[in-house]
Each structure stands twice: as structure tokens, then as C-alpha cells.
Nanobody, 126 residues
Framework: QVQLTESGGGLVQTGGSLRLSCATS????????MGWFRQAPGKEREFVAT????????FYDDSVKGRFTISRDNAKNTVFLQMNNLKPEDTAVYYC???????????????????WGQGTQVTISS
């Protein structure tokens, strides 16, 4: 059972930056992908960014390309989401997710991820 723990959320002004962290409970993450989703009030959970673990290949939603960067620290089994130039529409609860059995073509689908963190609130003020 993989446990994921997020940190780093908060309140920033438009144009500001935040870095989210997600630590896994495993000594070494052996899953296929780890990434981030978000859910705003009244909306469905949506894909933000993810990393195909074996190759380090990254994927982003178009709404965050060029502003967000997903990265990892293998030694600490931690994945990060650096968020720059934040906008009010980025306001949401951000969830870390990990998947062991998903396939590459489904990497942006939330239902393909079997493990989730508790979420961290990100609020952008205008």
C-alpha cells in the first residue's frame, strides 16, 4: 500500500509561485507514474501534470504548460510541482497520485491512479 503525503500549499497573489511536494512511503517507488491532479469547488478532478517514472518523461495539461514543472528526487522518493505565474483559476485542492498498472495512453486519467494523497489547498488571490 503506497501512502502519499503532500505539502506546500497556501495562499499567494496572482503571479506568485508555490512548490508542492509529495513524499511516498515506499523506500523506492516502483510504480509506473506519479503526478498531480486538482479539484476546484463544484468541478471534477482534473489532470495537471505527471511523470512516467521509468523514463522521467513528463506530461502537462495545456492550461499549465510553461508555468508548472514536475520533477522528482529519487533519493527521497519525492515528486514536486513547481508552480509559477499562478492565476486565480489555479485555485483548487491539489492531489498527488501514483499508479502501478496504468498504461501510457491513459496517463492523464484520474481513474488510472490507484493511490492518492490527502490533498493540499492552493488559493490564488486576484
Amino acid at each position: 500500500q503506497v501512502q502519499l503525503t503532500e505539502s506546500g500549499g497556501g495562499l499567494v497573489q496572482t503571479g506568485g509561485s508555490l512548490r508542492l511536494s509529495c513524499a511516498t512511503s515506499e523506500r523506492r517507488f516502483n510504480g509506473r507514474a506519479m503526478g498531480w491532479f486538482r479539484q476546484a469547488p463544484g468541478k471534477e478532478r482534473e489532470f495537471v501534470a505527471t511523470m512516467w517514472w521509468s523514463s522521467g518523461t513528463t506530461f502537462y495539461d495545456d492550461s499549465v504548460k510553461g508555468r508548472f514543472t514536475i520533477s522528482r528526487d529519487n533519493a527521497k522518493n519525492t515528486v514536486f510541482l513547481q508552480m509559477n505565474n499562478l492565476k486565480p483559476e489555479d485555485t483548487a485542492v491539489y492531489y498527488c497520485a501514483a499508479g502501478n498498472s496504468l498504461i501510457l495512453s491513459s496517463i492523464k486519467r484520474a481513474d488510472q491512479y490507484g493511490y492518492w494523497g490527502q490533498g493540499t489547498q492552493v488559493t490564488i488571490s486576484s
